[in-house]
């Protein structure tokens, strides 16, 4: 495997030496100029060798494999075979990236490209297959026609493999290596991956011949445009603080992550009622239903999009404002590929987190540190905020207008109003009413606490009391993984901890006391709601020991009253034996 090293970055698609039409093509989708990964790529894969490109996603892959495939299908005066096949993990990466290549091929004659995935009728890509010389699909598809003899590979020159960590992910190894066996053995290959587990080195070894790595900064390239924020609220107030955080930065195109299908159609559901234009995007869907949500949002008939992160694989559109992470990632990974939806093809974006208690926010400042990157906490926005920055932008509005050409019929009707007797500033106000109409936010606020999840130096403790104790089969760490989650106590802030047989009584820093108890309403601890109070002292007897909780006094008396027990079962045993055997003897 040989790397391949470039002393400069700065390229433009004239000096990669495309065809005219091929320009003319890039200009009307409105790039200027290559991505790194194109400009590294393209005149690679342009000469016949066999690429790896390590890259993540959101950098234009696409484009840097598609660009090469479409000149060198061009180059062919016979295009009546399938000459390059392209595998993706997901039927939208499918149907994307074979948008993109017609957007390529636009002043292009005969560049015949094909989508082939699960969840579609066979019969349409059976005809498509007929005069398709470009396929791009899923490899579970692709095998499907293999053995259904629709699909023939004996021709191909090209064979890409896109997100390739992702379908082995999938589980699609075996079907990824049955396809290239069906290709010939001259064809070339290109592998691209955003990570370099075993088994995609164990494809590059047997598929590919002396493989040039080509490798990009995908995590700065997908991160650095992006600001990433986060929001930590109280327990049971997320959907809230996304409704509060969507009203305030009123996104034209957002996406909002969650870790279940039962949440993002929950979700989905909630922000639809409360007058939000969104739609639920997740794998129990029909093929028809993703198709039609994902239009709706790139035609912007869906401002929001609520998604898990299978569905979201799929998803590219350039200009998403805002991702929201409803739920923590469940990896890096995840995390890089949600918040990579924004700030693409060097746009800026923007990324917000709501985490709710100390665990979540632990998570996700562990998720930022492994990358390397950077995160701010932010105010939650409360209803005041919302309705001065409406105000702002209606005033601009207002501006703009009154800086351009106002139609004299509209002046015609102001001075009409003037001559009933209106003054001219209550006009201009009812106008302002008419068309700024502010529509109520039935959302209470809710506070935002920067919290500090480190160790203060603490002299001066308080105690509370919970109603669980010993008999509930409670533990120290199961209190303070309760308190630590709803309060802004490290776990290392709290002190002793007494444990009795139907309470436990905790030690706090007494300037968190009023916090803790406020917190600590409804709370659960092992599953068991608990009532707290604060703790007060029970008077001392002779000894200097509470009264109400006397270990080693409680453990002595349940050692009498069991002896007692003891000697009584004793008694009635003996009383049992001797009538048993009088019996016998009569």
Do not use: W
């Amino acid at each position: 495997m040989e790397n391949i090293e470039f002393t400069s970055d700065t390229y433009t698609f004239e000096s990669l030496g495309l065809s005219e039409k091929i320009q003319n093509a890039i200009k009307d989708m409105g790039f200027l100029s290559p991505t790194s990964i194109q400009s590294k790529t393209i005149p690679v894969i342009r000469e016949g060798k066999d690429v790896i490109g390590r890259s993540q996603t959101g950098t234009g892959k696409t484009m840097a494999f598609a660009i090469p495939a479409i000149e060198m299908i061009n180059s062919y005066n016979d295009k009546s075979h399938v000459m390059a096949i392209i595998m993706l993990p997901t039927r939208e990466l499918a149907i994307q990236c074979c948008t993109e290549i017609r957007k390529l091929t636009k002043y292009c004659e005969g560049i015949r490209p094909a989508e082939v995935y699960g969840g579609a009728p066979m019969d349409r890509q059976i005809t498509k297959l007929k005069k398709a010389n470009i396929v791009v699909g899923t490899p579970g598809r692709i095998m499907d026609h293999i053995r259904r003899r629709t699909l023939k590979l004996d021709h191909v020159k090209l064979a890409v493999l896109d997100e390739a960590d992702e379908m082995l992910s999938m589980g699609f190894k075996e079907d990824m290596e049955t396809i290239l066996h069906e290709t010939p053995e001259d064809r070339q290959t290109v592998l691209f991956s955003a990570t370099m587990p075993p088994a995609i080195l164990s494809i590059t070894n047997e598929f590919q011949k002396n493989p040039q790595l080509i490798e990009t900064a995908g995590k700065k390239i997908t991160l650095d445009n992006i600001r990433q924020t986060y929001i930590d609220v109280p327990m049971g107030r997320k959907s809230d603080a996304l409704k509060l955080l969507l009203h305030y930065f009123d996104p034209s195109l957002s996406i909002v992550f969650c870790n279940t299908k039962k949440m993002s159609e929950e979700i989905a559901l909630s922000l639809s009622r409360d007058g939000f234009n969104a739609e639920a995007l997740h794998g129990d869907l029909k093929q028809s239903q993703r198709t039609s949500v994902m239009d709706k949002f790139r035609n912007g008939g869906a401002a929001i999009l609520v998604a898990t992160d299978v569905a979201a694989r799929g998803i590219d559109v350039n200009d998403v404002e805002f991702v929201f992470n409803y739920d923590i990632p469940q990896n890096n990974e995840y995390y890089v590929h949600r918040i990579g939806r924004t700030g693409r093809i060097g746009k800026e974006g923007n990324s917000i987190t709501i985490c709710s208690g100390r665990r979540q926010v632990s998570e996700l400042l562990n998720i930022v540190k492994n990358l390397n990157s950077k995160i701010e906490q932010i105010d939650i926005p409360t209803n005041d905020d919302i309705n001065y920055r409406i105000a702002e932008n209606n005033l601009s509005a207002v501006e703009k207008t009154l800086n351009g050409n106002i139609s004299e019929r509209y002046k015609d009707m102001v001075n009409m109003l003037m001559l009933q007797g209106y003054s001219l500033f209550d006009i201009a106000a009812a106008a302002l009413q008419m068309n700024f109409a502010e529509k109520e936010i039935r959302i209470n606020d809710i506070k935002s606490e920067k919290k500090q999840y480190r160790k203060k130096d603490i002299t001066d403790y308080s105690r509370i009391m919970l109603d669980i104790g010993r008999t509930n089969r409670v533990a120290p760490n199961h209190i303070v993984a309760s308190i630590t989650e709803r309060s802004m106590l490290h776990g290392s802030d709290i002190g002793k901890i007494e444990i009795y047989d139907d309470c436990s009584v905790v030690a706090v820093p007494s300037d968190s006391i009023e916090n803790v108890l406020d917190r600590m309403y409804g709370a659960k601890v092992c599953g068991k709601p608990v009532r707290v109070s604060l703790y007060e002292e029970p008077k001392r007897n002779h000894r200097n020991k509470p009264e109400n909780h006397k270990k080693s006094d409680n453990a002595s008396n349940r050692t009498k009253e069991y002896g007692k027990h003891k000697n009584d079962r004793k008694k009635i045993n003996a009383k049992k034996a001797y009538r048993h055997a009088a019996k016998r003897h009569r």
